[in-house]
């Protein structure tokens, strides 16, 4: 029988017991689960950048798939427009900014396109929407805004420019927010307007 000198012995001995603390460690963390001072930290730093990166914006109207989207801040309305599915046969979109950057919170509204003669559009011979009726604020013309009571010239294009900038009006109040429109002139265009 082959003898084995005593410091070997001990050596062996103590690599064995080495071998398991090491397992024991192992299994005790649960299954190879990083412990807390392992795990990567970077789930901050991604929230953190989620929330510098992206945005989220409401793509509604006359686009195949209508919903909540998140999307880089970079992005552009046309890629919000595109990740709704794209727009519906009958859309409008040229009266839609789709160069216009994307802003959280947005509700980004594609129209359909009015049928020729209807109201609340402007015929052949240049005749306003029909009286009475509210005209739509993401798809009015310039000449048909100045039509409005309380509404020049120059406050229509302003109300077009802010339209384009924004990818359109996502509630009524939010004309408010376009240069020149105070409180009495919003409180006389409330019912003049629609979306």
């Not at 945005?55 to 990740?83: E, I, K």
């Not at 040229?94 to 160069?99: D, F, G, H, T």
């Not at 010239?153 to 359109?168: D, M, N, S």
Request: net charge positive.
């Amino acid at each position: 029988m082959l003898e084995i000198p005593r410091h070997l012995l001990v050596l062996y001995a103590a690599g064995a017991i080495v071998v398991l603390l090491l397992g024991a460690r192992y299994l005790g963390r649960g299954n190879g689960e990083p412990t807390a001072a392992e795990r990567p930290a970077p789930a901050l730093e991604v929230r953190a950048d989620a929330a510098r990166g992206r945005v989220t914006v409401h793509v509604a109207g006359a686009v195949r798939r209508p919903g909540v989207y998140r999307l880089a801040a970079r992005d552009r309305v046309d890629d919000a427009v595109h990740r709704a599915g794209g727009a519906r046969q009958g859309a409008d979109l040229s009266a839609v900014n789709l160069a216009a950057k994307l802003e959280d919170g947005r509700q980004i509204v594609v129209p359909a396109r009015a049928p020729a003669g209807g109201a609340g559009t402007a015929g052949a011979s240049g005749d306003s929407a029909a009286p009475g009726v509210p005209l739509n604020l993401n798809t009015a013309t310039p000449e048909q805004l100045d039509e409005l009571d309380g509404v020049g010239p120059a406050t229509a294009r302003t109300i077009v420019q802010y339209r384009e900038e924004h990818g359109g009006f996502g509630r009524i109040d939010e004309l408010a927010q376009v240069p020149g429109i105070g409180e009495k002139r919003m409180a006389s265009l409330r019912e003049q307007v629609r979306l």
